[in-house]
């Protein structure tokens, strides 16, 4: 397996390169806080005792910067409470952005723009809706999931009691993401009931979401989505997979108060594992610098 020359020069030219592309585009740094107060519920992030705790993704507290600027980016350390391995560790750096008024084709193409320098392939689209229809016959832009998730579970050999969320990301994982070997592959119109609420529904259909992945040589890189516009229907959505969680309430608040639009579009970059991704090998510890200074076992 190849392994990087030189990791901190990999890194350094990744983040100067994004962050002058983001400029270009418009779009102001902000900083938001590391250590939130809302814990989000069991094994979500990581405890920092009575002081609250470290953020796992920098997310609602980005999207309410709307409220000084259409265009909002930030990168930083994200922290997560799972067990370190090649493409997971305890913490890690993340690029997220917001833009208010903006299509979901126009962040499809930004991410296009920010990631393309720095990976050996050119991207290519597979839609999931197109590939659920081939595999089940079910047509997701016109039709409810219906009994779509226990013929799935039992394609991908699911206990009876595993959420559809979950069941969902084995499928894709198995069928899918093994697609991106040896090149990247946009996964796009993703069905309702997977892991990201926040997601709007494409217009004109029942149960595809604005939604992508950006996946190379089968690691995820880039995930962006369409914001949902309606409260509610985000509630609820979110509720249903158990993520509606204090934060997004707060978002909420502002956005219903007038302060923040709630029309918007959002991606997130894993900055390791674009680092990995562009130097052609499937392990970002390489890139976690002065890991005997941080968490325990972040580089085990």
Same mark, same amino acid.
């Given at each position: 397996?190849?392994?990087? /020359? ?19 585009? $418009? ?10 107060? =809302?814990?989000?519920?069991?094994? /979500? ?22 409220? @000084? ?40 193409? %930004? ?5 393309a ?28 999931? $219906?009994?779509?998730? &226990?013929?799935?579970?039992a394609r991908?050999?699911?206990?009876p ?8 990301? /084995? ?9 991106s ?12 009931? $997977?892991?990201?609420?926040? =997601? ?7 149960s ?9 040589? $089968? ?12 409260g =509610? ?9 158990? %993520?509606?969680?204090?934060? &997004? ?14 029309g918007?579009?959002?991606l ?8 990995? =991704? ?10 976690? &610098?002065?890991?005997?200074?941080? %968490?325990?076992?972040? @580089?085990?």
């Amino acid at each position: 397996m190849p392994t990087p /020359r030189e990791p901190i020069r990999v890194k350094s030219n990744i983040l100067f390169s994004l962050r002058e592309v983001l400029r270009a585009e $418009g779009f102001l740094e902000a900083v938001t806080p590391v250590g939130r107060w =809302a814990d989000l519920g069991p094994g /979500r992030r990581v405890p920092l005792g009575e002081n609250g705790n470290l953020r796992a993704m920098i997310g609602p507290a980005l999207r309410v910067t709307l409220e @000084h600027h259409s265009r909002v980016f930030e990168i930083g350390p994200c922290f997560r409470p799972e067990k370190p391995d090649d493409l997971h560790a305890s913490e890690f750096t993340m690029l997220d952005l917001y833009a208010a008024g903006e299509s979901f084709d126009y962040l499809l193409e %930004l991410a296009r723009l920010l990631v393309a320098p720095h990976i050996p392939y050119q991207p290519v689209n597979i839609s999931v809706a197109d590939y659920i229809q081939n595999v089940f016959g079910v047509d997701l832009r016109h039709s409810p999931l $219906g009994d779509l998730p &226990q013929r799935m579970a039992a394609r991908v050999g699911s206990g009876p009691d595993e959420p559809f969320k979950s069941i969902l990301g /084995r499928f894709i994982e198995q069928e899918l993401e093994i697609r991106s070997a040896s090149r990247a592959v946009f996964l796009t119109d993703y069905p309702v009931g $997977g892991d990201e609420p926040c =997601a709007r529904l494409t217009p004109s259909t029942t149960s595809v979401l604005n939604r992508f992945e950006l996946i190379v040589d $089968g690691i995820e890189v880039v995930h962006g989505y369409e914001d949902e516009v309606d409260g =509610a229907v985000f509630a609820d959505r979110a509720r249903e997979v158990g %993520l509606y969680d204090d934060e &997004q309430r707060l978002a909420w608040e502002a956005i219903d108060a007038g302060r923040v639009p709630a029309g918007s579009v959002g991606l997130g970059i894993g900055i390791e594992r674009l680092c990995a =991704a562009s130097s052609g090998i499937r392990d970002i510890r390489p890139f976690l &610098q002065s890991t005997q200074f941080g %968490l325990r076992d972040s @580089h085990a």
